[in-house]
């Protein structure tokens, strides 16, 4: 089912620091921030040969990243990204296995244009699996 890593998500409290980090200390190519209010999310994307990391800042009121930021005060990992061939096929296989999907089930345009789905980090070893439709 599963297909490439298409990218990890870190949440950041400062998208501007954070995007230093990468930039200077770390020498990756990175993007300029990207608003995308309906995830609730400043973006930028860090490309690398193999995947991208994307910085995720909190944006607007019941940003999904502000909560996780009140848990995690420094940061950290919000979730990895895996490539599907089909969403609608990979979702009802995994809801038919008992794995919960999150918000109404259905897939929402993602920061990248792409149908993408979100999977309860319960069910996927403690992390938060988002699928996306490639
Ligand atoms: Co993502």
């Known amino acids: ?42 973006v930028v994307f860090v490309v690398l040969p ?20 009140e848990k995690s005060p420094d940061g950290g990992m919000h979730h990895v990204c895996y490539e599907v061939d089909d969403i609608l096929a990979a979702r009802d296989k995994l809801k038919a296995g008992g794995a919960r999907v999150l918000g109404d089930g259905n897939p929402k345009i993602g920061a990248h244009g792409k149908p993408v789905l979100f999977l309860h980090p319960k069910d996927f070893c403690g992390t938060l699996v988002e699928l996306e439709q490639v």
């Open 1 to 42: 089912m599963l297909g490439r890593l298409n990218h990890v998500a870190i949440a950041v409290r400062d998208i501007a620091a954070a995007s230093a980090v990468y930039r200077d200390t770390l020498g990756a190519q990175v993007s300029e921030p990207q608003r995308v209010p309906e995830h609730g999310v400043t």
């Open 50 to 69: 193999n995947t991208k990391i994307e910085l995720l800042e909190p944006l607007g009121e019941g940003s999904p990243i502000a909560k996780f930021l």
